[in-house]
């Protein structure tokens, strides 16, 4: 396998994520961009105007031996095509997410990479963020008692993006653009397996590709999630909510508004309040003396990691973070999610 210090990356697909890659890559000590091929001449004019060289082909980028690896970043279903064809030319392989429409599509990528002797890797990139580092650092500190339930939630109005992302023949809808990563987040939040998984999808807007979905899920040992994705959502809604057994906590959106509220020993009244035509004690806001209210912690993260980590596992540094063994189960969970939503029923296999 090759082992370079310096990865030489070409890039197939080069479009809105792609441009992401390019711009983060850019001055990047352990990274060149060899070059673009993308199906549409447009792309290769956009990518000669960012000063990149622009292959005519795929095969080009196979036969190029001074490109080290190769970042896919095309519409999702030819994700394993292109990682089969690169694995087979020596390439290391950066995949975007979802890596594949099946799971059977991963096991035969992986399976490549392994018999090729390269690396892949897929860019789960969304463990880095910053709402996600701190959500999971409020559950495992302990100061709301253990996690009993978790929310997490992503929502907009503007419908699902246009092109390939509404065709189910392209791996479009939202179970794969955004499911794939709450689900990844779920599971390095909560280690226990999923024994319980019910999931239906919408379909508001009438695409043939689901607009959003409901999934819910329990956890071995007691913790239950809900995933939500809207996209016609024209409010905001809080992107993580977690009851723990002492107090809850919530991280609002991507910049970290939030709090943390734990419940003290009290055992004064609580007053009641009207409530629409009728009167609660249970719904009242709790007073001082009954919850304490912090803010939530600044965590730092560095998404550059993610970088630095591929360039290391293809230098045969380091391990890659990010495990195939767990894009292979998250990609089992959102099969077992559409099976529940088709079938109307609660999967109980272990996931
Ligand atoms: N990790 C993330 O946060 C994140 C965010 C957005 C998109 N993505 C993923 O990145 C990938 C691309 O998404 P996008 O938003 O950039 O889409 P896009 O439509 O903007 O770009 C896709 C590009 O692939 C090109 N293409 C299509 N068929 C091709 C082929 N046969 N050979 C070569 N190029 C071809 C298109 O011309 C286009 O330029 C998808 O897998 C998507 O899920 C990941």
Known sequence: MKKPTVINLAVVGYGGMAGHHASRLKGHPLYTIAGVYDIDPARGDAARGDGLRVYGSYAEIGADKGVDAVLIATPN???PFYAEYFAARGKH???EKPAANTSADFETMVAAAEKNNT????HQNRRWDKDFVTVRKVAESGVIGAPMRVESRVTGGNGIPGGWRKLQKHG???MPDWGVHLI???CHMVSA???RLHCDYSYRQGH???DGFELELAFEGGPSARVTVTTDSYLPQPRWFIYGQKGSATVADWDCRGKIAVK???DGEIKGIAAGNGFTKTMADLPDAAVAVYDLPDVPTDYNRFYDNFAAACAGREPPEIKNAEILRVLKIMEAARASHEKRIVITDKL
């Open 77 to 79: 279903d030819l994700h």
């Open 93 to 95: 392989i950066l995949c």
């Open 119 to 122: 690396v892949l890797m897929v």
């Open 172 to 174: 479009g809808g939202m």
């Open 184 to 186: 990844d987040q779920l």
């Open 193 to 195: 397996p999923i024994v």
């Open 208 to 210: 043939e590709c689901e």
């Open 264 to 266: 003290k020993e009290y």
